[in-house]
């Protein structure tokens, strides 16, 4: 399986961006689609998810009410609409897909939960 994430920029503070990304391969199995980031100096952190089944979406508290995630699991294409951008939404941001069944509920906002994983994109948000 392939991620390509394209949309990343500069912008500056109070401003939009949106994310997208495509699966390619064996996408025959798609259960959830998310994103992930990770600033210079520290831990790659959850961003946001969604999970097909039931189409609930999932999202950092630092990211809630500014950023919507939404895509079409036929096409395994997510999107992430990036609004009201801080400077400390800068990151490298990377798609991610799982494609296997857990044996357990499968928690979406720990990296452990899913399989394949883009080469990211890079948003610089400028203050």
């Known amino acids: 399986v392939q991620l390509q994430a394209s949309g990343g920029g500069l912008v500056q503070a109070g401003g939009s961006l949106r994310l997208s990304c495509a699966a390619s391969?064996?996408?025959?199995?798609?259960?959830?689609m998310g994103w992930f980031r990770q600033a210079p100096g520290k831990e790659r952190e959850f961003v946001a998810a969604?999970?097909?089944?039931?189409?609930?979406?999932f999202y950092a508290d630092s990211v809630k009410g500014r950023f919507t995630i939404y895509g079409n699991s036929a096409e395994n294409t997510v999107h992430l609409q990036m609004d009201s951008l801080k400077s400390e939404d800068t990151a490298v941001y990377s798609c991610?897909?799982?494609?296997?069944?857990?044996?357990?509920?499968?928690?979406?906002?720990?990296?452990?939960?899913?399989?394949?994983w883009g080469q990211g994109t890079q948003v610089t948000v400028s203050s």
């Open positions: 991610v897909i799982r494609t296997r069944k857990r044996a357990r509920q499968p928690d979406m906002t720990h990296s452990y939960d899913y399989d394949y």
């Open positions: 391969g064996h996408t025959f199995s798609n259960y959830a």
């Open positions: 969604i999970r097909w089944h039931d189409d609930n979406t």
